[in-house]
């Protein structure tokens, strides 16, 4: 899927948890309409895919992505928290060698509970790891991460980024209210 897509990703600050929960439930909300408006993916191996943005059908159909419906609720950071370290481990690596962790969660390897590491305890570049492999349209690092836009040309490739600046920065509080009701 990674070699046949090509998107563009928005990276967005917060100032609060609060601020946070605004633009997170803000950006997540406006994914299905950012996908629709940037739609530029429409051939799959040399022939019409019959979708306009085959790179959002593609990631809407794997398990490690998409738009949970819980992120159109209010997510603070517990929640993401939560979600991310109950998500399953694609793997590990320490000392420059990958170990499969055959379907364990973050949470194990928390606790110690990978065998395979024999007690060994994550780092935050485990966990780092961890979150990149996470492949959700919006997620979140130490920035919010808008993943939902196909690539487009180069004269429309600043309308994605002004499109989620001017909501989530110039008009935050009206948009949250109007995606609220």
């Not at 601020?19 to 191996?45: G, H, R, T």
């Amino acid at each position: 899927m990674m070699y046949q897509t090509c998107g563009t990703q928005i990276n967005l600050d917060y100032t609060s948890e609060n601020d946070f929960i605004k633009k997170f439930k803000l950006s997540s909300s406006l994914v299905p309409l950012s996908i629709a408006i940037f739609a530029n993916s429409p051939i799959k191996e040399n022939s019409l895919s019959g979708y306009f943005s085959y790179r959002s059908k593609i990631w809407q159909d794997t398990a490690r992505a998409g738009l949970p419906k819980f992120f159109l609720e209010d997510m603070d950071f517990e929640k993401y928290a939560d979600f991310v370290t109950n998500m399953s481990l694609l793997f590990v690596v320490k000392n420059a060698k990958y170990f499969d962790t055959k379907g364990k969660k973050f949470e194990d390897f928390m606790h110690g509970k990978l065998s395979m590491l024999k007690n060994i305890k994550p780092n935050i570049q485990d966990f780092r790891n961890h979150l990149a492999t996470i492949f959700t349209e919006v997620r979140l690092k130490q920035y919010i991460e808008i993943r939902s836009l196909d690539t487009c040309e180069w004269d429309c490739h600043c309308g994605g980024p002004a499109f989620y600046v001017g909501l989530l920065y110039g008009n935050l509080n009206e948009a949250f209210d109007i995606i609220n009701k």
